[in-house]
C-alpha cells in the first residue's frame, strides 16, 4: 500500500501570512471609518446589524471585482509584452481563443478564483519576458486601489461613496499582498511564489513557456501525445524543487497517460509523490492521485486495490473539482470497476459528456474519452470472462 500522504511537508507559514493579512485589512476598515467618518457606527443595533451586512455584501462585490482586474492585469501587461490571448476564466466561466474567434466555455479549477492563460512569444538565446506578465495582476490591483485612493478626495463629501472607495482600495491592496508576497497554499503557488520559481533554477523560464505552449496547443484541438517529445524533457532532479520545473514533470506524466503506458504512468506517479525531494503542489499531486487510482483499475488485476488512495483529503478535492474531465473519468472508472455500480457509472458517464460539451482544451477531452472507453471494454471483457467460467 503506497502511502502518498507520508512525506514530510515543510513548515508552511501563507496561512499566518493570510491571517494576518486579513487582520490588517480589519484594521484597516475600522480605522479609515473611525477617522474620516466619527460616529458613522453610533446607532442602535438593528441599524448596526444593517450596516455590517452592507459592509461584507460590499467587500465579497469588490473581492470578485478586484480578482476581475487582477486577471485583467495579466492580460493587458502580458499583450504588452508579446503574449497573445489565449484563455480568460472567471469563476467557472471562460472565454477560450479557438479558430480565431473568442467562446464562451466552463471549466473551474480549485484554489482559484479566475485564470488568465497566454499563447507565449517565441523564446530568444532562452529567455522571454516574464515578470510583468506574472506580476501584471497585482499591478492592476494596486493601480486601481490607488485612484481609488485619489477618488476619495474628490468625493469627501459624499459619505458613503468615500466609504466604498476606501474598502475598495484596502481590498485591492489585499488582493496584490495575497498574490505578490511569494506563497504557497495547499493547492497551488501564487503570483509571486511563481515568479521566483522561474527566476532561481536554470530550466525555470523553459518550463514556464513550455507550460503555455501546452495549454495553447490543447486548446487548439492536439493532444499532448502528438506535441513536440523535446518538451517533455523534465528538468534536473535537484530543480525539481520549483514548483514551476514539477509542472513539465507532471505533463510528461499526462502525456504517458495519453499514450495508454499506464504502467509507467503508475511508477512515475511513484516517484514523483513518494520522493521527498520533489515538491509536487497540492493541486497537481491530487490530479495525479486520480490517474493512480485509473491505473490500477486498468491492469490486468482481479482485485485492484485503491479504497487507500481515496481519504478525506482526496475525496474533498474531488469533489470541488467535480466538473474536471480527469476527475470524472476516474471517478467513472470507480464506479465500473471498482464498485460495480452501473447505476452510479452511467450517471458519471452523462456528467462527462456535459462538461465535455463546453470545456475549453478540446485535446485534453479527447484523451479523456478514450480512457474512458478503454474502462468500458474492460468491463466488458471482465462481464464476458466471467459469463464463460460460469457456462464453463
Not at 120 to 146: A, E, H, Q, R, W
Not at 208 to 225: C, D, H, P, Y
Not at 300 to 321: C, E, H, T, V, W
Amino acid at each position: 500500500m503506497k502511502d502518498y500522504n507520508r512525506k514530510k511537508r515543510k513548515t508552511n507559514y501563507s496561512f499566518l501570512i493570510l491571517c494576518l493579512i486579513g487582520v490588517f485589512l480589519g484594521a484597516g476598515i475600522g480605522i479609515a471609518a473611525g477617522y474620516f467618518f466619527p460616529g458613522l457606527f453610533d446607532v442602535d443595533f438593528g441599524e448596526l446589524i444593517l450596516y455590517l451586512l452592507l459592509l461584507v455584501f460590499c467587500l465579497i462585490i469588490f473581492w470578485l471585482v478586484q480578482n476581475i482586474l487582477h486577471e485583467l492585469g495579466h492580460l493587458v501587461f502580458g499583450l504588452i509584452t508579446g503574449y497573445k490571448f489565449s484563455l480568460f476564466r472567471v469563476g467557472s466561466f471562460v472565454w477560450v481563443k479557438t479558430d480565431g474567434k473568442i467562446k464562451l466555455k466552463r471549466m473551474s479549477l480549485a484554489g482559484t478564483s479566475g485564470q488568465c492563460l497566454l499563447s507565449p512569444p517565441d523564446m530568444t538565446d532562452g529567455k522571454m519576458p516574464y515578470v510583468l506578465c506574472n506580476l501584471g495582476g497585482v499591478l492592476m490591483n494596486l493601480i486601481f486601489s490607488l485612484i481609488a485612493v485619489c477618488l476619495i478626495f474628490v468625493f469627501s463629501n459624499f459619505r458613503y461613496i468615500s466609504i466604498a472607495l476606501i474598502l475598495f482600495a484596502l481590498v485591492g491592496i489585499i488582493c496584490a499582498l495575497c498574490n505578490g508576497v511569494p506563497m504557497r497554499t495547499n493547492m497551488i503557488d501564487n503570483d509571486g511564489m511563481n515568479l521566483l520559481s522561474i527566476s532561481r533554477t536554470h530550466s525555470g523560464i523553459r518550463s514556464f513557456w513550455i507550460q503555455l505552449k501546452v495549454n495553447e496547443m490543447s486548446v487548439a484541438g492536439k493532444r499532448i501525445k502528438d506535441m513536440p517529445q523535446e518538451w517533455f524533457k523534465i528538468p534536473a532532479r535537484s530543480e525539481l524543487v520549483s514548483s514551476i520545473n514539477t509542472a513539465i514533470a507532471v505533463l510528461y506524466e499526462n502525456r504517458l497517460m495519453d499514450m495508454h503506458r499506464f504502467e509507467e504512468a503508475a511508477l512515475f506517479i511513484d516517484e514523483l509523490l513518494l520522493s521527498d525531494d520533489i515538491n509536487v503542489p497540492g493541486l497537481y499531486s491530487a490530479m495525479l492521485i486520480c490517474d493512480s487510482a485509473y491505473c490500477e483499475l486498468v491492469a490486468d488485476k482481479d482485485n485492484p486495490d485503491i479504497g487507500y488512495l481515496f481519504d478525506s483529503r482526496q475525496l474533498a478535492f474531488m469533489k470541488n473539482m467535480a466538473s474536471a474531465p480527469s476527475v470524472l473519468r476516474t471517478q467513472y472508472a470507480v464506479a465500473l470497476l471498482y464498485e460495480n455500480d452501473m447505476e452510479k457509472a452511467k450517471r458519471l458517464k452523462g456528467k462527462f459528456e456535459k462538461c465535455a460539451n463546453t470545456y475549453p482544451s478540446v485535446g485534453e477531452i479527447v484523451s479523456e474519452k478514450e480512457l474512458i472507453k478503454i474502462a468500458d471494454e474492460i468491463y466488458i471483457s471482465k462481464i464476458n470472462n466471467s459469463e464463460v467460467t460460469k457456462n464453463a
